[in-house]
């Protein structure tokens, strides 16, 4: 990591309900993008367990636990930057869990907890998802710095929702991650729209580590990992297989586009705060 750039990589893998078998996949592509020199690397949305709805809650965890022990651990022994998509975490006195994000320093410390704010409560094609049914959502907006960057974390369905990503780069915020699980029939039309229009309009780097495959209740998720620069410039993307998408985020030009071209300077927040 030079002083004003990363290397950052957005993993992908297709979990299963399997949590020891998807630490495996998940420490093996960890550990190749740390090899392919890689500064920060992030996991996909519930990559520790994925697919099936009914072993979610023997699957939660507390928040510190076996696997943000992992995490941190992996982090310290490869020196960097460590994402850890989501998990599920344990809400004391519920039955329902989070959908939590949670970032390591190369120290193996814990910078950051993200809950999930945004739930995904849709109809899509013949099949309807309510994540609420399982899930509490998170009050909090979080930012944290890793190294030279301010990191703005977010969980799949808050792509759709660009009043956090504003909120997000007016607190700082140089690169959006957005670990996700798209769904096939969405991801197809809107999963690179999306993640395109947050990085130009908050001027930002986006990094989206995604599930792709078919899950063990018959699903299908979309996949195509990606890296995007603030002018909306696809830096990377994954095939469909695991893998990860690798790119260098030079915040010496997303410094220089954000003077040169001041789209978040020139806000007029109180013409918006009368409209409402």
């Known amino acids: 990591m030079s002083e004003r750039r990363i290397i950052?990589?957005?993993?992908q893998m297709s979990s299963t309900p399997d949590r020891e078998e998807n630490k495996k996949t998940a420490e093996r592509l960890i550990r190749e993008a740390a090899s392919a020199g890689a500064d920060l690397v992030s996991l996909p949305e519930l990559w520790s367990c994925h697919g099936l709805e009914k072993v979610y809650?023997?699957?939660?965890e507390s928040i510190p636990g076996p696997t943000t022990d992992f995490l941190g651990s992996l982090?310290?022994?490869?020196?960097?930057?460590?994402?850890g998509g989501s998990i599920l975490e344990k809400v004391p006195g519920s039955t329902r869990l989070h959908n939590t994000s949670t970032l390591f320093a190369p120290s193996g410390d814990l910078l950051a907890v993200y809950r999930k704010i945004h739930?995904?409560?849709v109809k899509v094609a013949d099949r309807e998802y309510l994540e609420s049914r399982t899930m509490a959502p998170g009050e909090q907006i979080v930012t944290a710095k890793a190294g030279p960057a301010?990191?703005?974390l977010s969980v799949c369905y808050d792509v759709r929702f660009p009043e956090l990503y504003r909120m997000l780069a007016l607190a700082g915020a140089e690169i959006l991650m957005v670990p996700a699980a798209f769904t096939l029939q969405t991801g197809k039309d809107h999963w690179e729209l999306l993640l395109r229009a947050r990085a130009v309009e908050n001027?930002?780097?986006?990094?989206?580590?995604a599930q792709w495959g078919q899950k063990a209740d018959g699903r299908w998720t979309y996949g195509r990992s990606m890296i995007v620069d603030p002018?909306?410039?696809?830096?990377?993307?994954?095939?469909?297989?695991?893998?990860?998408a690798l790119a260098p985020l030079d915040l010496g030009y997303l410094e220089?586009?954000?003077a040169e071209f001041p789209a978040l300077a020139n806000r007029r927040p109180e013409v918006y705060r009368s409209a409402l």
Do not use: H, K, M, S
């Open 203 to 209: 001027q930002a780097y986006v990094v989206a580590p």
């Open 150 to 152: 301010t990191i703005g």
């Open 119 to 121: 739930l995904f409560d």
């Open 57 to 60: 809650r023997e699957n939660a």
């Open 256 to 258: 220089r586009l954000r």
């Open 231 to 244: 002018w909306g410039v696809v830096l990377a993307r994954c095939p469909d297989r695991d893998g990860f």
């Open 75 to 83: 982090a310290r022994e490869l020196g960097i930057y460590l994402l």
């Open 8 to 11: 950052a990589a957005a993993v």
